[in-house]
């Protein structure tokens, strides 16, 4: 028999477990714990990677040979659990929902591969780097974040699956749950490679920073170099001290001109040795 209950209706598990199993239902992320009568208590946060920046919500289920009860306030969850034939084995039934739920995640995932790499072909193209760039990295990281998080607890509950400490299932059902252990390995393994690729992006994009901050100092030490000599000239020049070309009629022209050569020469030379 199958039952689909609200988070708030959660309590009435205790008419299945015992008050221990539900307090670490309550107290942690997710458990996997095989009964003595043969049953499962499951308990994950469900994440749906289509948009990974909602809030994740709390599934909990009890599986027995005789009883399914289904606890979440989660919609997609829900509609999912609903198109499952509830007249099936329990076992069965539990099985299938993990597969529905994420029977597309590779293909979002290769969506969310896709747009890493539109990101990493905009920073290539742009010359100069932009905020926003900034901002979709950290988004990006964070959403992948979530998502390696939300496959290690599935991971985690397939596996303890698949280990049968209760000879709940049959040596054919052990073997599909096997395989959807497999699965979940799989798309975590997908997730770490992602989280790599946008390190990866970020890695450019700051480089492509520091190649444009670069710049801006390059410029500024160059200019500086330009005028450094005139400095000089201004601080020789505006010494209390007679010197010759204060009676020279030229004289004024002259440190012109000499100023003019000077900045003309370090522009020649800087040029000659492509400093800028």
Same mark, same amino acid.
């Given at each position: 028999?199958?039952?689909? $209950?609200?988070?708030?209706?959660?309590?009435?598990?205790?008419?299945?477990?015992?008050?221990?199993?539900?307090?670490?239902?309550?107290? #942690?992320? =997710?458990?996997?714990?095989?009964?003595?009568?043969?049953?499962?208590?499951?308990?994950? =946060?469900?994440?749906?990677?289509?948009?990974?920046?909602?809030?994740?919500?709390?599934?909990?289920?009890?599986?027995?040979?005789?009883?399914?009860?289904?606890?979440?306030? &989660?919609?997609?969850?829900?509609?999912?659990? !609903?198109?499952?034939?509830?007249?099936?084995?329990?076992?069965?039934?539990?099985?299938?929902?993990?597969?529905?739920?994420?029977?597309?995640?590779?293909?979002?995932?290769?969506?969310? %591969?896709?747009?890493?790499?539109?990101?990493?072909?905009?920073?290539?193209?742009?010359?100069?780097?932009?905020?926003? &760039?900034?901002?979709?990295?950290?988004?990006?990281?964070?959403? $992948?974040?979530?998502?390696?998080?939300?496959?290690?607890?599935?991971?985690?509950?397939?596996?303890?699956?698949?280990?049968?400490?209760?000879?709940?299932? #049959?040596?054919?059902?052990?073997?599909?749950?096997?395989?959807?252990?497999?699965?979940?390995?799989?798309?975590?393994? !997908?997730?770490? =490679? $992602?989280? %790599?690729?946008?390190? /990866?992006?970020?890695?450019?994009? /700051?480089?492509?920073?520091?190649?444009? /901050?670069?710049?801006?100092?390059?410029?500024?030490?160059?200019?500086? !170099?330009?005028?450094?000599? $005139?400095?000089?000239?201004?601080?020789?020049?505006g010494m209390n001290l007679q010197m010759p070309?204060?009676?020279?009629?030229?004289?004024?022209?002259?440190?012109?001109?000499?100023?003019?050569?000077?900045?003309?020469?370090?522009?020649?030379?800087?040029?000659w040795k492509k400093w800028f």
């Open positions: 028999m199958r039952v689909m $209950l609200g988070v708030k209706d959660i309590e009435k598990l205790l008419n299945y477990v015992s008050f221990d199993m539900y307090s670490r239902l309550i107290a #942690n992320r =997710h458990i996997c714990f095989p009964l003595e009568n043969g049953a499962y208590l499951i308990g994950f =946060h469900f994440c749906d990677i289509r948009n990974p920046a909602q809030k994740d919500e709390r599934v909990c289920i009890y599986c027995s040979t005789e009883d399914f009860i289904f606890i979440t306030d &989660n919609k997609r969850c829900i509609e999912l659990m !609903s198109n499952i034939d509830g007249k099936a084995e329990t076992y069965r039934q539990l099985l299938q929902f993990f597969n529905v739920i994420t029977a597309s995640d590779m293909y979002e995932l290769e969506k969310f %591969e896709d747009r890493i790499t539109d990101l990493e072909d905009s920073l290539i193209k742009e010359k100069k780097s932009k905020s926003k &760039n900034s901002d979709m990295i950290i988004s990006m990281r964070r959403e $992948l974040l979530k998502m390696k998080r939300y496959y290690e607890q599935l991971a985690l509950i397939t596996e303890d699956l698949t280990e049968n400490a209760n000879k709940a299932f #049959n040596a054919e059902l052990r073997l599909r749950f096997v395989s959807l252990d497999k699965r979940m390995d799989y798309l975590l393994n !997908s997730v770490m =490679h $992602l989280r %790599e690729y946008i390190t /990866q992006v970020r890695e450019a994009y /700051q480089a492509q920073i520091d190649i444009e /901050q670069n710049q801006i100092m390059k410029i500024l030490t160059v200019t500086t !170099s330009i005028f450094l000599p $005139l400095t000089l000239i201004v601080g020789w020049y070309e204060f009676s020279w009629s030229f004289g004024y022209p002259f440190v012109i001109i000499l100023s003019i050569v000077v900045c003309t020469g370090c522009i020649v030379v800087f040029k």
